[in-house]
């Protein structure tokens, strides 16, 4: 039978707070569904909304946080680790900045910070299964994002080696997600080791093609790109696990172009911006997703260098419900079709008996 995509939902990440309504699950639940929202996206690492670690250990607990979001009105659509995926692996480069995703008992300790991670990665893993999830998102963290540019000359193997290291690291999570019955839908993000389809070919072969290891598809990374985010879901729609609705625009000039100077996100040539403010060609890949069966959730993740946050969340959910389609269940033609046999097939060929 034809699928229809669930939704419209939203991310809560960048709209918890500490002010009310975005401090707590029920509140802010409640806040998205008023809106029209119909699941919400919950990052893990946020204690205002969620205890990981009380989740992995209790499906009591993961019971509880279920039945707040349905008497909200809203579903669980999928479990956030982006912030610990991101820490399985740093590159050294990366220690300071990335030491404020990790408690500070593991400050300045690169190893218990990435066992911390791991750790977290495995609750999240226990906790989807306790909450009837079967995919997850996640960022992959980066060993040779530095390297991004081939100047200075890469070293030979350098890159070949990294993505062995990041496999290295993965794998025995992938295994312990396939033992608990949950996908990881990778965001493909610059900063990331996974950024494209083909580090992310990189990855998968490292990994054996490992079926746990997929998408989360976000286009708007890739038009910042300059990738081609239509032809990437007819290439790699199998494996796309999830769906990040987010919009961009790339708007290059005789200054800057795709790494933009080092300006801020006002005065970058690509910038984020809200759906319907952007250059992201929502039909088109709404169409895609469609033709491909794509039956879970579109994920509104807000992310604007112009707009304020509770504007894009009000004006979201109707965009993501409007290009929802209903996938059909006849051909538009039917009605002009007839019965046929194979004898007839064979007299309108002309071919005998």
Not at 106 to 125: D, F, I, L, S, T
């Given at each position: ?344 097939l064979r007299k309108m060929m002309g071919i005998g008996k």
């Amino acid at each position: 039978m034809p699928k229809t995509m669930k939704g419209p939902a939203i991310f809560l990440a960048q709209f918890a707070g500490d002010a009310a309504p975005f401090n707590s699950l029920p509140s802010i639940a409640k806040w998205a569904a008023d809106l029209g929202y119909k699941g919400v996206q919950i990052p893990t690492w946020d204690a205002r909304l969620f205890d990981l670690e009380k989740a992995g250990s209790s499906k009591t607990y993961c019971d509880e946080v279920k039945g707040i979001c349905k008497e909200a009105g809203v579903e669980v659509t999928e479990l956030s680790t982006h912030l610990q995926g991101q820490l399985v692996a740093v590159h050294p480069a990366y220690d300071a900045p990335f030491d404020g995703f990790a408690p500070a008992a593991v400050h300045n300790n690169p190893k218990a910070r990435q066992e911390w991670a791991v750790g977290q990665m495995k609750a999240a893993a226990k906790a989807s299964e306790h909450m009837g999830l079967t995919a997850s998102v996640s960022f992959s963290g980066s060993l040779a994002f530095p390297y991004l540019y081939p100047w200075p000359q890469r070293p030979a193997g350098l890159i070949e080696e990294a993505f062995a290291e990041l496999a290295r690291r993965w794998k025995p999570i992938l295994d312990f997600y396939d033992g608990h019955g949950v996908d990881i839908g990778y965001e493909l993000h610059p900063g990331e080791d996974l950024f494209d389809g083909t580090t992310f070919e990189r990855f998968l072969d490292e990994v054996g093609g490992h079926k746990r290891a997929g998408i989360n598809y976000d286009p708007s990374h890739f038009l910042l790109q300059q990738l081609d985010y239509l032809d990437f879901i007819d290439i790699y729609h199998e494996r796309i696990y999830a769906f990040h609705v987010k919009d961009a625009e790339f708007n290059p000039t005789g200054r800057q172009g795709v790494y933009s100077g080092y300006a801020g996100w006002v005065e970058r040539a690509g910038r984020f911006r809200s759906l319907g403010d952007g250059q992201v060609d929502f039909s088109g890949i709404f169409s895609k997703m469609a033709q491909y069966d794509y039956d879970s959730w579109p994920v509104l993740e807000w992310e604007c260098c112009l707009k304020h946050p509770e504007q894009g969340a009000a004006e979201g959910a109707p965009f993501i419900a409007a290009h929802i389609i209903r996938v059909t269940e006849k051909a538009f033609d039917d009605f002009a079709g007839g019965q046929t046999d194979r004898a007839q097939l064979r007299k309108m060929m002309g071919i005998g008996k």
